[in-house]
């Protein structure tokens, strides 16, 4: 059974730092790309981030870019984002996600496996 575990969420006040984590089991997880999307409340889920296979490609949803950074450690079947610099823009459910598309995609559409999200609010 695959499961994807995410944590580091909570409330931060803008201009702050989170790190969220995302703990892969039940597949090969060096053998997929990953990303995180995210969902604010009223809003449809975005795509936010995505990290490939090997860890040597990354893309980012403009909104967050030179602000956040995706990588991950196969080793540890784990991924994680960083987020500096929060706004209150960047509150939202945010979801990790697995896709057999090695460089990582952007398009919900292509991911197979998800988490259940957690929760980051970001205070003014």
């Known amino acids: 059974q695959v499961q994807l575990v995410e944590s580091g969420g909570g409330l931060m006040q803008a201009g702050g730092s989170l790190r969220l984590s995302c703990v892969v089991s039940?597949?090969?997880?060096?053998?997929?790309?990953v990303g995180w999307f995210r969902r604010a409340p009223g809003k449809e889920r975005e795509f936010v981030a995505t990290i490939s296979y090997t860890a040597d490609n990354t893309d980012y949803t403009d909104s967050v870019k030179g602000r956040f950074t995706i990588s991950r450690d196969n080793a540890k079947n784990t991924m994680y984002l960083q987020m500096n610099s929060l706004k209150p823009e960047d509150t939202a459910v945010y979801y990790c996600?697995?896709?057999?598309?090695?460089?990582?995609?952007?398009?919900?559409?292509?991911?197979?496996?998800w988490g259940q999200g957690t929760q980051v609010i970001v205070s003014s």
């Open positions: 996600a697995a896709t057999s598309s090695r460089p990582g995609s952007h398009y919900e559409t292509e991911y197979r496996y």
């Open positions: 039940g597949l090969t997880f060096s053998r997929y790309g």
